[in-house]
């Protein structure tokens, strides 16, 4: 295995959000901020507590989700997509280094930088909301699982994309409205249930309740199927990049 | 001897379509430096990448240290660096960080020596800490070099490395060429300044439409197909060739004042005397003479327009 191979593809990619602190980090924990503030302490203040949790703690766990999932997308997306724009793709691909290293490199970075980024955001709702983990380490498993299963997906995207318009097509259209349904701000069973059934066709729906489940143990669907599905997500991730890599789609034809 | 670099029957069909190799059959041989030529489009870009792993064959195979590109991928592209065509470098990387990535991910340990010693040939060392897009295009080129260097690589692939690169840059690079080939790297390299390759490479391959039309020896193939002119500067201008030189390929320059004689070294062995011993008899008289030899660009261009 090329490990230092691998080393090199992360090293890089986190220097990368070295020199675009602003952006990767403090753009994203501070517009979260705003979400606490506007929710949590000015609205949430007027709004019940929901299964005896105050809304302001309530909607912690989908903010994360939230900035974790577009992150995680975004930042694998621009490390291979950008690569593939400039032209220095040529290097990876003649390099000694398995597609599985490839991906390792850049899928562990953009997921490094997620996870880094949930955590920071978890510390910053400590300033705004009392906040109390009853699952620390299933926390931590849902952040890893997720933040590599749609860091994959980014890089999928990074791969298809034939243009900077197509890269945020993804993001913007596709997971942040599916993310805003999937239960960020409210808990399913508020809905009817014809729209309970419908939302159920919604991945992060999952990703969602069971992140929720680790803080509070309430969930909008069993716990055991939220780590069924992440997972599922994440080998069908792994299998279309497979796929990418055997047949060279958008890189070596 | 085992040729490092082994193709067989190798062709290359685009997704659109486009057919860009034909059934290449290529070896190149262990520490010569081989130049491949071509027009804009022959395919050398496409040859080239795939046989560093860049590209994916539609039909045949290469081999590089007697491995398989595809099955024994890691070996074989261990062994080769590849310069490109075009200027694709990390704008904000530092020059020094592009370098040890490169090596990195090539499988090395850092060597810090090696990496400095690589920067130092180059004229780059006292640019290790710039961002590479602060600098200027020849350094640029350099930079793309010492990465293709940084893992110390037994084969060295160079496409156009010297296009837009100043004449004074252009000498250093084949410097560093000249020394990589003493130490033993086989260098193939692809160029449109043709003089390059006829002053640097040991064969010279030929690359149209996709097909290899030609590979020979350099020596041998300026032996075979080099014309030669013989220039003769009259002492008296002529309108006309006369009637009684017909027998030889004779044309008239510089208004009549020259009287120019094309012949072939492989072929015409006493047509200069009867020549001279001709004119003697037709009262035609010199006052100098010269002989030029066709160059390899004169050579190619031939070559490609034949078969257009």
Redesign the interface.
Same mark, same amino acid.
């Given at each position: 295995m090329n490990l230092r191979g691998i080393a090199a593809i992360y090293i890089f990619e986190m220097a990368r959000t070295g020199r675009t602190l602003m952006q990767s980090i403090v753009a994203p924990v501070l517009s979260t901020s705003l979400y606490f503030v506007v929710f949590g302490a000015a609205i949430g203040s007027r709004i019940t507590e929901i299964e005896g949790v105050s809304y302001g703690a309530f909607i912690v766990p989908g903010l994360i989700m939230l900035t974790v999932l577009t992150q995680s997308v975004m930042n694998a997306s621009f490390g291979i997509y950008f690569p593939r724009f400039t032209g220095t793709i040529f290097e990876i691909l003649s390099a000694p280094i398995s597609f599985l290293e490839i991906v390792l490199g850049y899928v562990g970075a953009a997921a490094t930088k997620s996870i880094v980024l949930g955590l920071i955001i978890l510390a910053t709702s400590f300033l705004f909301v009392p906040l109390h983990i009853a699952h620390p380490v299933w926390m931590l498993v849902f952040l890893v699982l997720t933040s590599a299963a749609f860091s994959l997906l980014g890089f999928i995207i990074g791969v298809w994309a034939d243009g900077f318009e197509r890269l945020q097509i993804i993001p913007l259209l596709v997971i942040t409205p599916l993310t805003f349904l999937g239960g960020t701000f409210y808990s399913t069973s508020v809905l009817s249930p014809f729209w309970q059934k419908v939302t159920l066709f919604n991945p992060l729906v999952y990703l969602i309740s069971g992140f929720r489940w680790s803080f509070f143990e309430i969930a909008d669907v069993h716990v055991g199927i939220s780590l069924g599905m992440t997972i599922f997500f994440l080998v069908i991730c792994l299998a279309v990049v497979w796929w990418i890599f055997k047949t060279g789609y958008r890189l070596k034809n | 001897m085992q040729p490092i670099i082994s193709v067989a029957n190798l062709s290359k069909t *685009? &997704?659109s379509g486009f057919r860009a190799l034909k059934n290449i059959n290529l070896d190149v041989q262990p520490g010569e430096i081989f130049a491949l030529l071509g027009p804009n489009g022959a395919g050398k870009t496409t040859l080239i990448?795939i046989i560093?792993?860049?590209?994916?064959a539609s039909e045949g195979s290469v081999t590089v240290g007697g491995r398989d590109i595809v099955r024994d *991928? /890691? &070996? %074989? /592209?261990?062994m080769?660096g590849?310069v490109?065509q075009?200027l694709? %470098?990390?704008?904000?990387?530092t020059v020094w &960080?592009t370098v040890t990535?490169? /090596? @990195?991910?090539? @499988?090395? &340990?850092a060597n810090l020596a090696h990496t400095e010693k690589v920067l130092r040939e180059l004229s780059l060392w006292d640019k290790k800490d710039n961002q590479i897009r602060t600098l200027s295009g020849g350094m640029k080129r350099r930079v793309l070099i010492a990465?293709a260097l940084a893992h110390e690589p037994q084969i060295l692939f160079l496409d156009e490395p010297t296009a837009g690169v100043d004449v004074e840059l252009r000498k250093d690079m084949w410097e560093v060429v000249r020394q990589l080939r003493a130490s033993g790297v086989t260098i193939i390299l692809t160029t449109h300044y043709i003089d390059e390759a006829e002053d640097m490479a040991d064969r010279i391959g030929v690359i149209n439409k996709g097909e290899i039309i030609l590979i020979e020896n350099k020596a041998e193939l300026m032996r075979k197909l080099g014309q030669k002119q013989m220039t003769l500067n009259l002492q008296n201008k002529l309108d006309v060739v006369p009637k009684e030189l017909s027998a030889y390929q004779l044309s008239l320059g510089a208004g009549g004042s020259d009287l120019i004689f094309t012949y072939d070294t492989q072929v015409d062995h006493t047509s200069i005397p009867a020549l001279l011993a001709d004119l003697g008899r037709a009262g035609i008289n010199f006052r100098d003479l010269q002989t030029t030899q066709r160059s390899l660009e004169d050579i190619f261009v031939g070559l490609v327009s034949q078969k257009k």
């Open positions: - | *685009y &997704a990448g560093c792993g860049i590209l994916n *991928y /890691r &070996a %074989t /592209r261990s080769i590849l490109p075009e694709f %470098t990390e704008m904000f990387e &960080a990535f490169s /090596r @990195g991910l090539f @499988g090395k &340990a990465k």
